[in-house]
């Protein structure tokens, strides 16, 4: 029996503006993810999805939530609809992605995390906003400041549960989803439904609907996976030569620290690197994430915070500089790259004394790797690479970067009620938590 056809964005019940306001964008068909859950969406069912990254689940969660909103008339301070995503990079590309969809109905948008001035945020919830895109910490802080009231919220939306579960922030979430009308539409959307996020659905969703296009694997027909057997004195020296490759590449290392040293490393070897980690300001790493979607800096050194929570077209290679711990820290790395029928290469740096441990993580991950030695005749690894020789000419910063605030712990979040001890009771310290950024002001915003 032959597959059905894909059925059109307007035969979801999504309106002509909308449909319109896609088409302009370049986006003409759905994904399966979207035609899946678009129609309960619109149908008011709680709804729990599970898709792989680069499914495109912001917008089937998204559109039928802009369509349910369109028409009402919101209050200042009390957004109809949240949005909970577990990183502020993740919080900034949904508002990204909802942003012409919403402008088209009439609806205004506002991201709400922390790391940036609270009392701009609390000026700009003043205003009217009908959906509010936040993590979890910093919504927690407005809602104890009273700057946001839950009580009109029609539309709850968790995204990334499972990774809001790993950061510890479901105590918040919990919190949030407490002070929204038990009788809101709740929708959930998580890689792996058990221990925390599991009681999560239970006590929160009523009678939902579970839509699953893929599970969580890596072994997608567009993604390769090698494993590069390392001597580990020539192993930063191969991490510059790949990282010399032409394309936009992904390297993943274990500390903060290690990420600042090889991000100056390698710019001091010709390569135009960025680095990202929890403890770096909000304004780096909003630049730092710009440059490396652009391609002005087309290596991006990352944290583990950047395997959740960064959403870059065309990222043809991802390199553990470190390999993974867990399978699970495997398959979210490799999942930068491969996205939405994109082909890409993943490849793991091994040095003897750690082949044991990454072949533990591989097989439970069920990665089908090859293995290919560095440092001999065999020049496999640099074709699969594309590895070349830096130009050796090292790359200035254009603005000076600010020290990393040391005791912020920015990866992890403060749990403690009130300001940590020491720092201002309101402003960007706010609680430590991980998640930073703000709204930005929209067009027809008042």
Avoid: C
């Avoid at 009908?130 to 995204?159: E, F, K, W």
């Avoid at 990282?243 to 600042?260: E, I, N």
């Avoid at 909000?282 to 994430?289: D, E, P, S």
């Avoid at 390199?319 to 867990?326: C, K, R, Y």
């Amino acid at each position: 029996m032959p597959d059905r056809p894909t059925p059109t964005f307007a035969q979801l019940g999504l309106p002509p503006t909308l449909v319109h306001s896609l088409g302009r964008e370049g986006i003409a068909a759905p994904f399966p993810i979207q035609a899946a859950v678009i129609p309960d969406i619109l149908a008011g069912r709680d709804v729990l999805g599970r898709g792989p990254t680069g499914s495109g689940k912001t917008l089937a969660f998204g559109l039928p939530l802009l369509v349910r909103l369109k028409g009402g008339a919101s209050r200042p301070g009390r957004p109809r609809a949240i949005v909970l995503a577990p990183t502020r990079e993740l919080a900034a590309q949904i508002e990204k992605a909802l942003d012409e969809p919403a402008l088209a109905l009439g609806l205004r948008t506002a991201a709400i995390v922390g790391g940036v001035p609270f009392k701009g945020q609390a000026v700009r919830l003043a205003r009217v906003v009908d959906i509010v895109i936040a993590t979890p910490g910093r919504l927690a802080d407005h809602l104890a400041q009273g700057t946001i009231v839950l009580d009109d919220v029609r539309i709850t939306t968790v995204d990334e549960a499972d990774h809001m579960a790993e950061l510890g922030f479901l105590p918040q979430v919990t919190e949030i989803l407490d002070r929204t009308p038990a009788s809101a539409q709740r929708l959930l959307f998580s890689a792996t439904l058990d221990g925390e996020v599991d009681t999560l659905v239970a006590r929160y969703l009523n009678h939902p609907i579970t839509h699953a296009t893929a599970e969580a694997v890596a072994a997608v027909d567009t993604m390769e996976h090698h494993v590069l057997h390392v001597p580990r004195e020539i192993k930063y020296a191969t991490v510059a030569r790949i990282a010399a490759r032409p394309g936009k590449t992904l390297l993943f290392v274990r500390t903060k620290a290690g990420v600042d040293r090889l991000t100056a490393e390698l710019r001091a070897v010709g390569i135009a690197a960025g680095g990202l980690h929890g403890d770096k300001p909000q304004g780096h790493r909003t630049r730092v994430l710009a440059e490396f979607t652009d391609g002005t800096a087309p290596v991006l050194v990352a944290t583990d915070v950047a395997a959740r929570g960064i959403h870059v077209d065309d990222v043809s290679l991802v390199v553990h500089v470190d390999p993974p711990t867990e399978p699970k820290a495997y398959l979210h790395r490799a999942g930068r790259t491969a996205r939405a029928g994109e082909s890409g290469v993943v490849v793991t740096l091994v040095t003897e004394d750690e082949r044991a441990a990454a072949d533990k993580v591989m097989r439970a991950a069920a990665v089908d790797a090859a293995t290919l030695p560095v440092g001999g005749e065999d020049r496999r690894w640099t074709a699969v690479t594309g590895a070349r020789e830096p130009s050796g000419i090292p790359v200035p910063d254009r603005v000076p970067e600010p020290p990393t605030p040391a005791p912020a712990r920015a990866e992890k979040p403060w749990g403690g009620r009130g300001p940590r001890p020491g720092t201002r009771p309101r402003g960007e310290q706010r609680r430590g938590r991980t998640d930073s950024g703000h709204g930005r002001r929209r067009r027809g915003a008042h």
